[in-house]
């Protein structure tokens, strides 16, 4: 008897752990919390990232200069980390875009699942049209995320060994006066 009556307990546990748990996930607050959350740590990781690639570009052009044998070799360091930044601005971008695109996406899918019906589709036609839907949604976006994210890449890399040229050049006019 006291082992039923423990599966009982246990079972209204569980019940009111997922109420409570479907009720604060039903809360806009708490999106906006884990949304929040995560842009804050995925700006964290990026952002020491990029402290992480300049030190490094720094400390190899510090070398690079004390050696003049290597001077030849100098625009090498900023292609590098260039690419590096171009890489990691690229990546936050899609992951951006994504936190943007998958609501709208979602939105799109359910009025097509729901303009269907209205259509008079059965049920077996509805669950096919939805599959193929799906299908054909998730690989526009994926296409659509990579390719945005490329050209984001492509763009801060460019941007980003221009701008550590120059500011290598200015130090080094500095450097010779």
């Keep these: 008897m006291s082992l039923t009556k423990q599966n009982q307990e246990n079972q209204e546990k569980s019940i009111i752990s997922s109420m409570f748990l479907i009720k604060i996930m039903s809360k806009r607050r708490t999106w906006v919390f884990v949304f929040v959350s995560v842009y804050t740590i995925l700006l964290s990781i990026s952002w020491n990232f990029l402290k992480a690639v300049l030190s490094w570009y720094e400390s ?88 945005e994210g490329n050209v984001v890449a492509a763009l801060c890399a460019v941007l980003g060994y221009f701008a550590l040229v120059i500011t290598r050049n200015k130090q080094d006019e500095h450097v010779d006066y």
């Design 60 to 147: 190899t052009m510090s070398a690079n200069s004390s050696n003049p044998t290597n001077s030849i070799f100098s625009g090498w360091p900023a292609l590098y980390a260039s690419v590096l930044l171009g890489l990691a601005f690229g990546i936050l971008s899609m992951v951006a875009a994504l936190a943007v695109a998958f609501p709208a996406t979602l939105v799109t899918w359910i009025t097509i699942l729901v303009l269907l019906t209205f259509a008079g589709k059965n049920r077996r036609d509805l669950v096919l049209e939805g599959k193929k839907l799906t299908g054909d949604i998730i690989g526009f976006v994926v296409k659509v995320l990579i390719k």
